[in-house]
């Protein structure tokens, strides 16, 4: 089982910075990728950014240009960073991790931790 930890939400002014981390347990499995995920209240979950084994793309076109995501492949750690936030920016972010035992594949989610960005 893998367990996930994410840190580093919080209130912040328009304009502001934060930088998200979501910390991957270690044991007898490979991660093949890992992705961010946001839900704002009465809103769809949608796929902010993903970093596979090749490439790490922000697939969100609102936040193109402001937001990176990168990976430490050695502490299995994934970071979002987000500069120039928006009052829109405004919800709970998930980590969401694909982990791998030999041939048998299982996702996993992190809790969730919110971002508030006031005017």
């Known amino acids: 089982q893998v367990q996930l930890v994410e840190s580093g939400g919080g209130l912040v002014q328009a304009g502001g910075s934060l930088r998200l981390s979501c910390a991957a347990s270690r044991g007898k499995f490979s991660i093949d990728d890992m992705e961010w995920y946001r839900q704002a209240p009465g809103k769809q979950r949608e796929l902010v950014a993903t970093?596979?084994?090749?490439?790490?793309?922000v697939s969100l076109d609102s936040v193109k240009g402001r937001f990176t995501i990168s990976r430490e492949r050695a502490k299995n750690t994934l970071y979002l960073q987000m500069d120039s936030l928006k009052p829109e920016d405004t919800a709970v972010y998930y980590c969401?991790?694909?982990?791998?035992?030999?041939?048998?594949?299982?996702?996993?989610w992190g809790q969730g931790t919110q971002v508030t960005v006031s005017s």
């Open positions: 970093s596979s084994t090749y490439s790490s793309t």
């Open positions: 969401r991790v694909t982990a791998r035992w030999g041939s048998a594949r299982a996702e996993y």
